[in-house]
């Protein structure tokens, strides 16, 4: 699938990227994955390395002096580091269980223009919880999506649903999000990064958090 990027952005959690990297080797060898590290200050970059020796063909890297958070890792990813016509974005805490859901997916998003990104769809507020009213979003642990129309609308930003505005504005002009059952080929812990680190949003996730409560 030379058409395809995958990328797994990695904060000091060399243990679970060692996991996620090959077990997704393991049904994609021959695929492209970039791991992009988001200014760990850990032993990330030692292990970072080894995988490199072990893929040398198909594992690219990128180093971030600092932490620059998920959502403008994932958009600095597209900006300046994926040419490809498909990115696939794989959280570090994830295990591939089976292969076949990128071969799947490409062909789905291929079959119109207007179809954009495919993964697990929900709605969310304009705050980012969860909403059946809301705003339909793919969530980004393993979130399949064209490349070329995300240039033209709000970059992932550092939010708890980063994709929010992005997604907003694309499904406003037309583009379409498609739900696709990624969590019967791909096991994903959940807040695997967050859970020792948390997102960093500060007051205003605290803030976002209250109103979402009092239903503002």
Known sequence: MNNLTTVIVNYQTPDLLINAVKSFKKHYTDSIVLIFDNGSKDHSKSVIHDLKSEY???LRTHFEERNIFHGPALDKTIRELVDTDYCFFLD??????????????????????DYYALGHKLSVNKRGFKDPEGIPI???????????????YPPFFHHGQPVLRNFREAQKNGYRLLHFPMDEYIDHLWRGTA?????????????DFILNKLGL
Not at 92 to 113: A, H, P, Q
Not at 138 to 152: A, F
Not at 195 to 207: D, H
């Open 138 to 152: 793919i969530l980004t642990p393993y979130l399949l999506m064209k490349t070329e129309p995300y240039l033209k």
């Open 195 to 207: 859970s020792k680190f948390g997102y960093g949003l500060g007051l205003k996730g605290k803030f």
């Open 56 to 58: 040398p063909h198909s």
């Open 92 to 113: 570090s805490d994830t295990v591939t269980k089976k292969g076949g859901f990128l071969e799947k997916g490409i062909k789905t998003l291929s079959v119109s223009r």
